[in-house]
């Protein structure tokens, strides 16, 4: 089994335990699912959220502090950040145009979309109850309607059971007092006056503010006094991406353990609905990866044919090849940085001084895969739950998902962190996270082919307006 490449293997865990919450359901072995598999699942996403932050902080530090000359971050930083920012608004924006010709979330089983209104509307009641500022999206009321009596009794019941952890619960609170602050008050936000309560509270955007912050400084010290300090940067680095690559070394179990529970826990003892759970993540799926290859196949390389006169359309999509595959297999934009620096630099011509600055920095910041991702899941599950978002909640989901894209960490399933800031944006409920995540893994090896060609792109381009790009015409095999 340990000869299988473990993008297959995750497939296999994908599998079983779809089949498991099958059998589970017909069976009436739900209960045993919910107390001894689903816990797996629930460790995992601790493991993720326990290793996100610092792997943001440090990794960010790394990059900005290889440049080793502040004079950089001028007008190639400012051309760099421009871009990448450019085109993840575009991919968020193409996620938000497929997802509302498509409704995956609107295409599916009648009973389970009033089953999961229903759940919404109860949330929202007891957010209101506990005194927590909840924006309501519309005037539907399902609570209030005799005809759904037995359906929200059963969904009482469900709920009864489930748990909310403390962080999630957290981060309510902290949406509802956020929605009290000035039109400023997001900007000031990101400057922290405490950066051990931004590492305890998980706030990204603080976090990066002053990772970018003491990079900037580390580069201006002297070499006796940096040196050392990068180098612990350096290891730490290390150290937290290797406890990202042993954590996905069982992801085939958690995966396993995240479908059966998921599954079983929003269809409960109802085969009907769990042929409907599974027709919903086919369809989202499916949006979310047409998504995606129309950025890689299409987007990408009309960008560089338009921009950069020596590279052709074919000519692109082959020689990002191997970085591409890299990226699919590992699903992390950091592991994959050494072979999308050697691809950018041997097979596409961009000089070492530009690949060496936008690359690192691309493979922290810009995650145009990421962003559409977080758009099209969060549309998707408002879609399921009967909620109409209007344009200006999707422009807030644009706002929102580049922002937040930002500090996703470049390995795997780390946007999964960052989902509830987008779904809070909105008010909508975090808790529906739980959703997506069995099938994440499979549709984050696909994303993160999108973040890399991404940052190959920007790099591409800014070397031809700096003109340090020297396209080869013909390229080794076995380069």
Request: with cysteine.
């Amino acid at each position: 089994m340990k000869n299988i490449p473990l993008h297959w293997r995750v497939i296999i865990g994908l599998l079983l335990g779809t089949i498991y919450a099958y059998l589970s359901i017909q069976f009436g072995w739900n209960d045993f699912t919910l107390n001894y598999i689903q816990p797996f699942g629930d460790i995992f996403i601790n493991l993720l959220k326990l290793i996100a932050v610092p792997l943001v902080l440090f990794s960010i530090i790394s990059g900005v502090a290889s440049m080793k000359d502040v004079n950089k971050l001028g007008r190639m930083g400012g051309k760099t950040l421009v871009a990448y920012l450019a085109t993840t608004v575009f991919s968020v924006g193409v996620g938000l145009i497929l997802v509302n010709t498509f409704k995956p979330g609107v295409n599916v089983d009648d009973d389970l979309r009033t089953e999961m209104r229903i759940d919404y509307e109860l949330w929202l009641a007891e957010e209101e109850a506990a005194g927590n500022y909840i924006p309501r999206l519309d005037d539907i009321n399902y609570l209030s309607d005799p005809a759904y009596a037995d359906q929200i009794a059963a969904v009482k019941a469900r709920r009864s059971t489930e748990e909310v952890d403390d962080n999630t619960q957290d981060k309510l609170d902290k949406a509802a007092r956020n929605s009290e602050k000035g039109p400023l008050q997001p900007l000031v936000d990101v400057v922290p006056d405490n950066f051990f309560g931004s590492l305890v509270d998980a706030e990204m955007l603080q976090v990066i503010f002053f990772a970018i912050f003491f990079g900037v400084v580390l580069v201006g010290l002297p070499e006796d006094k940096a040196g050392p300090v990068m180098r612990g940067i350096d290891g730490l680095n290390d150290i937290f991406v290797k406890m990202v690559m042993i954590v996905m070394n069982w992801m085939p179990i958690f995966v396993f353990a995240l479908m059966a529970g998921q599954i079983v826990k929003a269809a409960g003892a109802d085969s009907d609905k769990f042929f409907s759970l599974l027709d919903y993540l086919w369809k989202y799926g499916a949006t979310l990866i047409l998504g995606l290859a129309l950025m890689v196949f299409l987007v990408y390389p009309t960008v560089i044919t338009t921009f950069v006169k020596k590279m052709s359309f074919g000519r692109f999509i082959s020689r990002m090849r191997d970085a591409q595959i890299t990226a699919f297999s590992t699903s992390s934009s950091v592991a994959t940085l050494p072979v999308t620096m050697k691809t950018v630099h041997e097979k596409m011509g961009v000089s070492k001084r530009i690949s060496s600055f936008v690359l690192p920095i691309g493979a922290t910041v810009n995650m145009d895969g990421t962003s559409m991702y977080q758009a099209i899941a969060v549309v998707s599950m408002a879609q399921l739950h009967m909620v109409d978002l209007t344009l200006g909640q999707q422009l807030t989901i644009i706002i929102t998902a580049s922002l937040a894209s930002i500090g996703a960490a470049a390995v795997p399933s780390a946007g999964l962190v960052l989902m509830i800031v987008v779904l809070e944006s909105v008010g909508l409920n975090p808790v529906w996270i739980a959703l997506i995540i069995p099938v994440d893994r499979i549709l984050d090896m696909c994303r993160t082919v999108v973040n890399v060609t991404g940052d190959a792109t920007v790099s591409t381009l800014i070397a031809s307006s700096e003109k340090e790009l020297e396209v080869p015409e013909k390229v080794s095999v076995a380069s």
